[in-house]
């Protein structure tokens, strides 16, 4: 497995018309197409699509790969769904957890894979939060408090990176870093004046994914 951080570059730009969701598979990224129900498996040395995957009733959000399979968040719908890569059969779905605000579901947003199981975050204001939840049948192991709204996860098996919105348009972005054992929160970065909707780790470095730009982005530190 070579890091996307070794490979050329350390940018590249999509040609997604709405980026919604980023994951690594230890070869190439794929990156989700809200507007367009597809998936597109990306070479990050080429800055080229390999392939794609047409999506039916789904509306593809935040990504996740599990060393397998590919799994992926429709947020409107709070639901998450297994993907098979090659033929794109939806070979399992679970809930996504969210809490409720003045009676209603709130948003869930954010995927990611931490060796055994899926996380997945809730945008609920001060109540926000991160949920770890077994795969088999979506039901919740634990959660975490956020800091600010997590739009986006990744995960390296030992840390948790949440991307936080900007607090103005204009504004720089965060992402924090937690501890996954603990919980804790152990450091946290401000991003250039964007739109984060994905974040992956590639074994090596953070990459993020920018709805605005297009782009998808190593990040220079963790």
Same mark, same amino acid.
């Given at each position: 497995m ?10 590249f #730009?999509?040609? +997604?018309? !709405? =980026?919604?969701? *980023? $994951? /690594?598979? @230890?070869?190439?990224? &794929?990156?989700? %197409? ?19 995957? #047409?999506?039916? +009733?789904? !509306? =593809?959000?935040a *990504? $996740? /790969?599990? @060393?397998?399979?590919? &799994?992926?968040? %429709? ?24 809490? !409720? ?14 060796g ?24 919740? !192991? ?10 986006a996860?990744?995960c ?9 919105d ?46 605005n ?10």
């Amino acid at each position: 497995m070579t890091p996307a951080a070794a490979l050329p570059g350390a940018c590249f #730009q999509v040609s +997604d018309e !709405k =980026p919604a969701g *980023l $994951a /690594w598979d @230890g070869e190439h990224f &794929w990156i989700a %197409d809200a507007a367009r129900a597809l998936i597109h498996e990306w070479d990050p040395a080429g800055g080229a699509s390999l392939r794609s995957i #047409q999506l039916t +009733d789904i !509306k =593809p959000g935040a *990504l $996740a /790969w599990d @060393g397998s399979r590919l &799994w992926c968040l %429709d947020a409107d719908a709070r639901k998450i769904h297994k993907l098979d890569v090659d033929s794109g059969a939806v070979l399992a779905t679970i809930d996504a957890p969210v809490v !409720k605000l003045r009676g209603k579901p709130v948003k869930a947003a954010g995927l990611a894979w931490d060796g055994e199981c899926l996380w997945t975050g809730c945008i609920a204001g001060w109540s926000s939060r991160m949920y770890q939840i077994d795969p088999a049948d979506g039901h919740v !192991k634990r959660w975490i408090y956020s800091r600010g709204l997590p739009r986006a996860l990744a995960c390296d098996g030992k840390h948790l990176w949440s991307a936080a919105d900007a607090a103005a348009e204009g504004k720089p972005g965060v992402i924090f870093k937690y501890d996954l054992a603990a919980g804790r929160c152990l450091a946290h970065a401000k991003t250039e004046p964007a739109k984060t909707v994905g974040l992956a780790h590639d074994g090596s470095r953070l990459w993020r994914l920018d709805e605005n730009q297009k782009t998808a982005r190593q990040l220079a530190s963790e």
